[in-house]
């Protein structure tokens, strides 16, 4: 996938993810394939969900303490006109 380059250059406005949106994420998946999503017959909380959350809450919290991203940058950023070159970097998210 390519996003392009004016595109790029306004990424850092965006929000980025949270556990709450891919939490509810799942839970439209799991609507999706006919998984029950509600409280249980005695009103009491699907505890399939809380846990759900707390997995998506628990990996955000792992990626923020310790998740990095490897970047290569191709040595042809510069020019010879000494202007920056319009390039991709592709990494990798651990």
């Known amino acids: 996938m390519s996003v392009p380059y004016p595109l790029l250059l306004l990424s850092g406005l965006?929000?980025?993810?949270?556990?709450?949106?891919?939490t509810?994420?799942?839970?439209?998946?799991?609507?999706?394939f006919g998984l029950p999503t509600g409280p249980l017959p005695d009103g009491s909380p699907n505890l399939n969900l809380v846990s759900e959350f707390a997995r998506q809450k628990g990996q955000d919290l792992a990626e923020a303490g310790s998740?990095?991203?490897?970047?290569?940058?191709?040595?042809?950023?510069?020019?010879?006109?000494?202007r920056p070159s319009q390039l991709t970097l592709s990494g990798k998210k651990f």
């Open 14 to 22: 965006l929000g980025g993810t949270t556990p709450e949106d891919s």
């Open 24 to 32: 509810i994420n799942v839970i439209e998946q799991m609507q999706k």
């Open 67 to 82: 998740g990095f991203v490897n970047v290569a940058i191709p040595p042809d950023i510069i020019l010879p006109s000494g």
